[in-house]
Structures are given as C-alpha cells and as structure tokens.
C-alpha cells in the first residue's frame, strides 16, 4: 500500500504543479493527504466490490447499481463486462432489458 501511496503522491504532486511548469516545488502535506485519501478510496470500494460478488443474494442488486453507475458515466455494457466477470451477453440483457429500465 505504501508503494501506491507514494505513487499517488508523485502524480499528484505533477498535476498541480503542472499548470505553471513548478515541478521542481516540494511536495506538500496537502498532496500526501490526498494520496493517502484517494488510496483509501480505492481500497474501500475494491473490498465493497469483492463482498457484493462473493455474496450471491446481493449480486443482483449490486449489479443493478453498477449498470446504473455505467450508464451514468456513458461506459459500456462490455466494461461492466469485464469488471464484474459476468459475460457479456448476460450484462447486455440487463443493461437492455425493458422492466429494468423503467
């Protein structure tokens, strides 16, 4: 975890900085609490997202929420695919599916 953390802080430090070319600037706390802040929310929604898949009576409904999310954020249906290891046909269905989308 740390070695993501001092990645984090590395690219974050260089978009900030990287409006006025001060790449030469010193990190600052605010861009290591950022990181540190950005990791744990990757961290969290990773473990959320392995307890909905590995909990058979909550996959629907948790899929349901991550098509909608998808759609949202104009994805498609075969990166919904691809992250939650269902096939693609059977995403397509819900992503498609006409009582779903009321």
Do not use: C
Request: aromatic share 12%; glycine share 2%.
């Amino acid at each position: 975890m740390m070695i993501s953390i001092h990645k984090l802080v590395l690219l974050i430090h260089l978009i900030k900085k990287s409006f006025n070319d001060s790449f030469q600037d010193k990190v600052t706390l605010d861009t290591v609490e950022l990181a540190i802040q950005i990791n744990d929310f990757y961290y969290t929604n990773f473990q959320l997202t392995l307890n909905y898949i590995n909990n058979p009576e909550k996959n629907q409904d948790f899929l349901r929420k991550v098509i909608d999310s998808a759609k949202l954020n104009k994805a498609q249906a075969k990166d919904v695919a691809n992250i939650t290891g269902y096939s693609a046909g059977y995403i397509s269905k819900i992503w498609n599916s006409k009582t779903y989308n009321k």
